[in-house]
C-alpha cells in the first residue's frame, strides 16, 4: 500500500508519512520516559542546566583529542549546529594547556552553492564558524595544524580519503534537525525509484559524504536559526558527511538542547532508536542499527507534546 503524502512538502519524504502509531507513541512521551528508553547501545543523559549541558558537550572534544598520539591519532567529527560548546572546547584546551598537534577534525558539512562549497569568507560557512569560534581561539603552540582539519568541499575526494587514512574517529557529535536530519543526511525527494517508499535502510547506510538536495523543512529551520527568518539567504544544496562515515565513528552522539528540533522530534527519535524502528523517512532512526549511540538532552528543553495555543 502507498504511504501517505507528507504533510508538509508532498514530493519529499519526511515523518509525517510514518505510520499514526508510530507519532502518537513518541507524543505520549514523558521526560521520565525518554530516561528509560536507555538500552545496550543507547544511552540518553539529561542535564538540570544549559552550563552543565554545554560543558559536557565540549568535554567530549577532549576526551577524544586526549586519546590522540602521533602514532595513533584521534578525531572528532564536529556540527555546527549547536555551536555554543566550541568557545568552550578552545577556552579548556587552554586554560588546561592540553597540547593536542596529532588530533584531528572533520567538518560534518559545507553549503553548496553554484557547483562549489561556499568559501570560508561566506557568512553562513560552516568552516568559518568552526575556525572563529574554536580553532583560532585556541593557542598556536597547542592548535590542531591545518593539514588535520578536514572540512567537506564539493570534490569530496580528499576529505573521503581523510576517513580511511589511519586515523580512528572516536566520536561524531551532532545535533538534530526538524526534519530528524544529522548532518545533512535529509530524506530524499518523494520521485522515481523512492516514489511509493522510501529508500531501504541498508541502502541509505551505503550514502558517502555527498551533495545533498535540502528538504524543504530544513530550509526553512536554517533561515530561522541563522538568517533571522530570511529563507532567501539559506541555500537548497549542501554536502554531507554520510551514513558511511559515520558508521566509522565509535561513537554518535546527538546533543537536544531544545533550540533545533521541537519537543516532538526529541521524543520520536529517541522512541524509534530506542525500539529499532528504522525508516527512512525519519534518517536518524537508522542510528538504531549503530553499535553506540548517545541522546543527551537539556532538561529543560525538552517542553511538552500537547495543544498549547499562542
Not at 588530533?103 to 559545507?110: L, Q, S, V
Not at 588535520?148 to 580512528?168: C, E, I, M
Not at 520520536?268 to 538532552?297: C, G, Q, W
Amino acid at each position: 500500500m502507498t504511504r501517505r503524502l507528507s504533510s508538509i512538502a508532498p514530493d519529499w519524504w519526511d515523518y509525517t508519512t510514518l505510520p499514526a502509531e508510530i507519532v502518537a507513541a513518541a507524543a505520549r512521551l514523558t521526560p521520565r520516559d525518554l530516561e528509560k528508553l536507555s538500552r545496550p547501545g543507547f544511552q540518553v543523559t539529561c542535564y538540570d542546566t544549559l552550563q552543565d549541558f554545554y560543558l559536557a558537550e565540549a568535554l567530549e572534544y577532549l576526551e577524544a583529542w586526549r586519546q590522540s598520539t602521533d602514532d595513533n591519532p584521534v578525531g572528532i567529527c564536529g556540527p555546527i549546529g549547536p555551536t555554543e560548546q566550541l568557545p568552550l572546547v578552545a577556552r579548556l584546551v587552554n586554560s588546561l594547556n592540553v597540547e593536542i598537534r596529532s588530533a584531528h577534525f572533520w567538518g560534518m558539512d559545507e553549503w553548496y552553492v553554484d557547483g562549489r562549497e561556499v568559501p570560508a569568507t561566506h557568512p553562513l560557512s560552516f568552516e568559518k564558524a568552526d575556525r572563529e569560534l574554536c580553532f583560532n581561539r585556541i593557542r598556536k603552540n597547542l592548535r590542531l595544524p591545518d593539514a588535520h582539519l578536514h572540512f567537506p568541499k564539493a570534490d569530496t575526494r580528499a576529505y573521503r580519503q581523510s576517513w580511511n587514512a589511519g586515523v580512528r574517529c572516536a566520536i561524531m557529535q551532532g545535533g538534530q534537525g526538524d526534519v530528524k536530519h544529522w548532518a545533512f543526511n535529509d530524506p530524499p525527494p518523494r520521485k522515481g525509484p523512492y516514489k511509493n517508499a522510501p529508500p531501504a535502510p541498508a541502502e541509505f547506510r551505503k550514502l558517502a559524504t555527498r551533495v545533498v538536495d535540502l528538504h524543504p523543512m530544513t530550509i526553512a529551520q536554517n533561515a530561522r536559526t541563522s538568517g533571522g527568518g530570511n529563507i532567501s539567504l539559506v541555500p537548497t544544496q549542501a554536502i554531507s558527511v554520510g551514513p558511511l562515515e559515520t558508521w566509522q565513528a565509535e561513537t554518535v552522539s546527538i546533543w537536544h538542547a531544545g533550540n533545533h528540533d521541537n519537543a516532538f522530534g526529541q521524543r520520536l527519535t529517541a522512541y524509534m532508536i530506542s525500539k529499532r524502528i528504522v525508516d527512512t523517512a525519519v534518517p536518524m532512526s537508522l542510528l538504531a542499527e549503530h553499535p553506540n549511540v548517545k541522546f543527551n538532552y537539556f532538561r529543560g528543553g525538552i517542553g511538552v507534546c500537547q495543544i498549547e495555543m499562542h
